[in-house]
C-alpha cells in the first residue's frame, strides 16, 4: 500500500511531499523509488538523500557525476541512460 501511495504523491503532488511521506514511511523500495523520481526531474538534492537512506552508493557517485555536467541536455541523456 505505502509503495502505491508514494506513487501517488510523486505524481499528484510535489516532490517534497513525497519526500516527507517516504520519511514518514521509510523503506529502501520507497526511498528508491523517490530517488529515481527525484533523478528524472534532475533534483539532484532529493535524489542525493534518497540514494544515501536506500544505502545505494553506485547511485550517489552517479548524482555527483551528474553535478559535474553543465548542460541539462546531456544530464538528462545521463539519466535515460541509467534508466535503461
Same mark, same amino acid.
Given at each position: 500500500?505505502?509503495? =502505491?501511495?508514494?506513487?501517488?504523491? %510523486?505524481?499528484?503532488?510535489?516532490? @517534497?511531499?513525497? /519526500? #516527507?511521506? *517516504?520519511?514518514?514511511?521509510?523503506?529502501?523500495?520507497?526511498?528508491?523509488? %523517490? +530517488?529515481?523520481? +527525484?533523478?528524472? #526531474?534532475?533534483?539532484?538534492?532529493? +535524489?542525493?538523500?534518497?540514494? *544515501?537512506?536506500? #544505502?545505494?552508493?553506485?547511485?550517489? #557517485?552517479?548524482?555527483?557525476? %551528474? =553535478? %559535474?555536467?553543465?548542460? @541539462?541536455?546531456?544530464?538528462?541523456?545521463?539519466? +535515460?541512460? /541509467?534508466? @535503461?
Amino acid at each position: 500500500k505505502s509503495l =502505491r501511495d508514494t506513487r501517488d504523491i %510523486l505524481t499528484n503532488v510535489n516532490i @517534497k511531499e513525497g /519526500y #516527507q511521506f *517516504v520519511e514518514d514511511n521509510p523503506h529502501p523500495r520507497l526511498w528508491r523509488i %523517490l +530517488a529515481e523520481h +527525484a533523478l528524472e #526531474q534532475l533534483n539532484f538534492t532529493i +535524489a542525493d538523500k534518497a540514494f *544515501v537512506r536506500c #544505502q545505494d552508493y553506485q547511485g550517489i #557517485q552517479f548524482v555527483k557525476r %551528474l =553535478r %559535474l555536467l553543465d548542460d @541539462k541536455v546531456k544530464q538528462k541523456a545521463e539519466v +535515460a541512460a /541509467y534508466f @535503461k
